[in-house]
């Protein structure tokens, strides 16, 4: 089997809702799954499944759905119509049973700013009913785990951001939830905080927990998720693990070509042949190509001298870009 | 340090999550937390503020009105007149402060009803907890008062005791229907108006200071229909051991439906926030 045929076949079977593969079953399963806000669909009947385990991906730009996805899943938003189940349960009935179950690592940070930090769990873990000696052991070691162990007693507004929100993760694991939602968890980090956000989460993992993630950052879907999807509109346009998508979406590799001219769309026909696509942007041209090497020779002799030249793998963020467009959508 | 181990066995008790409302205790809890952080602040407001009231007003204003041409008001000294209308005002600015500037922080600057709502709380949950803990510090300031006033001779009657309960029913009038008000804010510049217009006229007009007999006709029923109207006049007969069963409970049941629909419409409201 090909692996572009094996790529289709995968990214088939999540359109479609197959079963999930391993016979186990989905934990999350959606179908036709529909978020109106008035005249607004946010989200336009999509279907997924996330098996036990995985990390699983929502990428899209601002606006695609995301958010309401992961908050209809957070047994938070009732859907609109279409059909949800989470651990097996009907969030529309048991919405309190599943959140019971699950971790919430909401975009913007609700965690109390004049409280300790190790007030903070202790008086989540008591929302889950946890009895005030388990939630107290609990809260040491998830201060532990989130590195934030000699801040316990400070309070909570003087933190960085990246303890404030280690602290949220650490707050949302602390009823050991079979599911971990997390949304857009490093935005707004710095690269040694994401780093080590996403170390913890690597971790948790490991140990079988189960990861929803929302993200605009295709470096973290690329490290954290085995399998995503990009939505658009409110719909999925893509699905698959990020290599296969790669590989449909976009070619093995990209030459970037600069040249010392604003009008690069002029460039586009002289390396007519040299890509499979060509991209001309406002600053340089994109081949997208097998062998970024032999590519960068066929333009040179062709006679062509680029400012600069740069061969890469194609990430990601080609496919992002791709399926979701480059103009900016607020 | 590897992640933390799932602990052995469920800590967690999911039976009693089906009864909406069930785990109101557990968001209690949280504000319960939240004031061993900020009650001295709070001691001023809910427990000096009504000794000076009683203070300047009851026995300093009240010398002048004993000795006064037309004689004492509901023939009783003006400290024991004025102290169980000050008790009931107290409840009514404790619940009415505890349920603008939080309420709006739950939603828009801490979040904790957020935080709350991803949890096995629900929205009743977390509406009863908020309401109960308001209740209690109603609780608090009503019985220090009394106490207090009790002590300083502003109340001689033992049935004075039962003005705190109608103290609490009092703040539980004001505490739903001003918490359904503030959970439909955008922001809290309309607080400033509804202690302006709304918290300030009734504190200075309905029956705190002198009997609303002495107000204008027209403005007597406008009195009438005030809740804080009804707590002041139940506290002030059972302070001066006045009261009759027949329109004790009639005050009991018109601040019990200010509490019972200022509960709906505070559910509704937080839901409407909330839930989306």
Excluded at chain 1, 215 to 223: G, I, L, N, P, R
Excluded at chain 1, 267 to 283: C, F, K, N, S, T
Excluded at chain 2, 145 to 156: D, E, I, Q
Excluded at chain 2, 201 to 227: C, D, E, K, W
Aim: net charge positive.
């Amino acid at each position: 089997m090909s692996r572009d045929h094996q790529g289709a076949v995968e990214a088939a079977e999540i359109q479609a809702g197959g079963p999930a593969a391993g016979g186990s079953p989905a934990l999350i399963r959606c179908r036709a799954l529909t978020k109106r806000f008035g005249d607004l669909v946010a989200v336009d009947g999509i279907d997924v499944d996330v098996r036990r385990g995985e990390a699983f991906g929502f990428l899209g730009p601002n606006g695609a759905g995301k958010s309401s996805t992961m908050r209809m899943i957070g047994c938070v938003s009732p859907p609109t119509s279409g059909e949800l189940s989470i651990l097996g349960m009907d969030p529309r009935v048991d919405g309190s049973l599943i959140r019971a179950r699950l971790g919430v690592v909401p975009q913007r940070d609700t965690l109390d700013e004049e409280l300790t930090v190790a007030e903070n769990l202790i008086v989540y873990g008591r929302y889950f009913g946890m009895s005030r000696a388990a939630v107290r052991a609990k809260a040491a070691e998830l201060l532990e785990f989130a590195q934030l162990s000699e801040r316990a007693d400070s309070k909570v507004e003087p933190l960085s951001g990246g303890m404030k929100r280690r602290l949220t993760i650490a707050r949302a694991l602390v009823n050991d939830p079979e599911i971990l939602l997390l949304d857009e968890p490093t935005t707004g980090l710095d690269p040694q905080a994401r780093h080590l956000l996403w170390d913890r989460l690597f971790r948790l993992k490991r140990q079988g927990v189960t990861l929803v993630l929302t993200t605009h950052y295709m470096d973290e879907a690329e490290q954290l998720c085995d399998r995503l999807v990009v939505m658009d509109g409110g719909r999925i346009v893509a699905a698959g693990s990020p290599r296969s998508l790669i590989e449909q979406y976009s070619s093995r590799e990209v030459l970037e070509l600069r040249f010392p001219e604003d009008d690069h769309a002029r460039y586009a026909g002289r390396i007519d042949g040299l890509a499979q696509r060509v991209e001309a942007l406002p600053d340089r041209l994109l081949l997208y190509v097998e062998d970024g090497e032999a590519a960068a020779e066929a333009v040179h002799a062709r006679g062509l001298r680029p400012l600069s030249v740069l061969a890469r793998r194609s990430t990601l963020e080609d496919v992002f870009l791709r399926l979701t467009g480059r103009s900016l959508v607020d | 340090m590897p992640a933390p181990a799932p602990a052995a066995g469920r800590t967690i008790s999911p039976s009693r999550a089906a009864r909406p409302g069930g785990l109101a205790g557990r968001a209690l809890e949280f504000w319960l937390t939240s004031y061993r952080r900020t009650w001295r602040g709070s001691v001023v407001s809910g427990f000096a503020a009504p000794l000076l009231y009683l203070g300047a007003l009851g026995f300093g204003l009240g010398s002048l009105v004993d000795q006064g041409g037309a004689g004492r008001v509901a023939g009783v000294s003006y400290a024991v007149y004025v102290a169980p209308g000050v008790l009931a005002a107290n409840a009514m600015q404790t619940a009415v402060s505890e349920t603008t500037y939080p309420v709006m922080g739950a939603i828009k600057w801490n979040r904790q009803y957020y935080a709350m709502l991803a949890t096995p709380l629900g929205v009743l949950d977390i509406l009863l907890g908020h309401l109960g803990f308001v209740l209690l510090r109603v609780l608090g300031v009503s019985a220090a008062f009394v106490a207090v006033g009790a002590l300083l001779g502003a109340f001689t009657s033992p049935w004075a005791v039962l003005a705190v309960p109608v103290a609490v029913l009092c703040g539980g009038a004001h505490a739903a229907p001003v918490l359904a008000f503030s959970a439909r804010q955008e922001s809290d510049s309309a607080f400033a108006m509804l202690f302006r217009f709304g918290l300030i006229p009734m504190f200075l007009f309905a029956g705190t200071f002198f009997p609303i007999s002495q107000l204008p006709a027209v403005l007597q029923p406008v009195a009438r229909v005030t809740p804080l109207w009804h707590a002041t006049s139940l506290c002030r007969e059972l302070s001066l051991g006045t009261a009759s069963p027949l329109v004790g409970i009639g005050h009991v049941v018109y601040l019990s439906a200010w509490f019972a629909v200022g509960t709906w419409l505070a559910a509704r409201a937080l839901r409407w926030r909330l839930v989306k």
